[in-house]
């Protein structure tokens, strides 16, 4: 069964500086997707970036990359120039695609919680 | 604007009661999802439903119960069969081929169990 790991329950980054978001993920699955979600106090779920497994080029949006690992079933966050609107909890989550319809289940990681300080 | 709407926002339910979460969205996304929210576990798949009038069990469905009559509407119904049920439920839609949209999020509904 595929499963998504983060590994850092809670991190902290200082303002204007820049902080890295592990997340392993373990599947058999040549071709999938992977996705970054912020959740802020609000509790409202905002998606951040995305990757395609069979694009060897990381996605970039903003201040926020991504460092794809393929063979070693790694997708990390870096968030540059951090914002105090970062603060929030971010989950990692894995594109799941069943035989049947092309069904389209996420699965996510128990997320890690950021923490910007001024 | 085109979005999900989960109302109540705030749920209590008393022990041997039944309680139904309602999730719509004007998305005109054909699939719908509900996961429940938990401290430390991240997000699990309750139930999901690719068109109306069918739907699929997810990681954690014993307990719950869902109908798609509606393109539109989802609602989750927590049975008092269901221990522990409080946490924060979320529900979501996609369009049948998600990719590169991933999935539209509502704002959620915490149940409490008084």
């Known amino acids: 069964a595929q499963t998504v790991t983060q590994s850092q329950p809670e991190m902290s980054v200082q303002e204007a500086e820049t902080v890295t978001l592990s997340c392993t993920y373990d599947?058999?699955?040549?071709?999938?997707?992977l996705f970054w979600y912020k959740q802020p106090p609000s509790r409202q779920m905002i998606l951040v970036i995305r990757?395609?497994?069979?694009?060897?080029q990381n996605a970039t949006e903003n201040r926020f990359s991504v460092n794809f690992q393929k063979a070693a079933k790694s997708f990390s966050l870096k968030i540059s120039d951090s914002q105090l609107g970062d603060a929030a909890m971010y989950f990692c989550?894995?594109?799941?695609?069943?035989?049947?319809?092309?069904?389209?289940?996420?699965?996510f990681g128990a997320g890690t919680r950021l923490a910007v300080h001024p | 604007d085109g979005g999900i709407t989960q109302s109540p926002k705030y749920l209590f339910r008393k022990e041997g009661q039944n309680v139904t979460l309602s999730c719509e969205q004007n998305?005109?996304?054909?699939?719908m999802y509900w996961y429940r929210q938990d401290p430390g576990q991240g997000l699990r798949l309750i139930y999901y439903?690719?068109?109306?009038?069918?739907?699929q069990k997810g990681d954690i469905a014993e307990g719950y119960s869902v109908s798609r009559e509606k393109k539109e509407s989802f609602p989750l119904t927590v049975t008092s069969a269901k221990k522990n049920p409080t946490a924060f439920y979320l529900c979501?839609?996609?369009?049948?081929?998600?990719?590169?949209?991933?999935?539209?999020f509502g704002s959620g509904t915490r149940l409490t169990v008084v």
């Open positions: 439903s690719q068109i109306v009038n069918d739907f």
């Open positions: 990757q395609e497994a069979y694009k060897q």
């Open positions: 989550a894995y594109r799941i695609s069943t035989f049947s319809g092309g069904y389209n289940k996420l699965i």
């Open positions: 599947t058999s699955e040549s071709d999938y997707y």
């Open positions: 979501a839609s996609s369009p049948r081929d998600t990719f590169p949209y991933g999935y539209t």
């Open positions: 998305l005109n996304h054909d699939a």
